[in-house]
């Protein structure tokens, strides 16, 4: 992942250091067009938009997996199901993707377009 080294205090894994890097790189203001809520949000989401309101985005893949320590499938298909319901679009990124082209999957993300292995 080429968009720097996690700086000290940050809670979330690399793979979603790097988005948030590279959301702010394409001009999205945290706290103004999104948040960053890790895993620990109540509902699973990492990234949650304000702008646009219908969007939301979590990391998945292997070492994202690995990282948290969970089954990130299951999760994500149930926490994708219920955000459909209120109206909301959860994309996934593979962590690998992001290590690959981040700019290039982070914009598609932000075009509603899902690349990931729980795409639909």
Do not use: C
């Not at 990282?67 to 990124?93: C, N, P």
């Amino acid at each position: 992942m080429t968009t720097g080294s996690v700086p000290r205090g940050w809670t979330g894994t690399k793979a979603e250091w790097v988005l948030y890097n590279t959301l702010e790189s394409l001009g999205k203001i945290p706290g103004q067009d999104f948040i960053y809520e890790g895993r620990n949000a109540n509902d699973g989401v990492a990234f949650r938009f304000y702008n646009p309101r219908d969007l939301a985005i979590n990391v998945a893949g292997l070492m994202q997996s690995y990282a948290s320590g969970r089954d990130e499938i299951g999760v994500g298909v149930m926490t994708k199901q219920q955000l459909i319901g209120g109206g909301v679009h959860l994309i996934f990124i593979d962590d690998v993707d992001l290590e690959q082209d981040a700019t290039y999957y982070v914009q598609e993300a932000l075009r509603y377009r899902d690349h990931s292995h729980m795409g639909d």
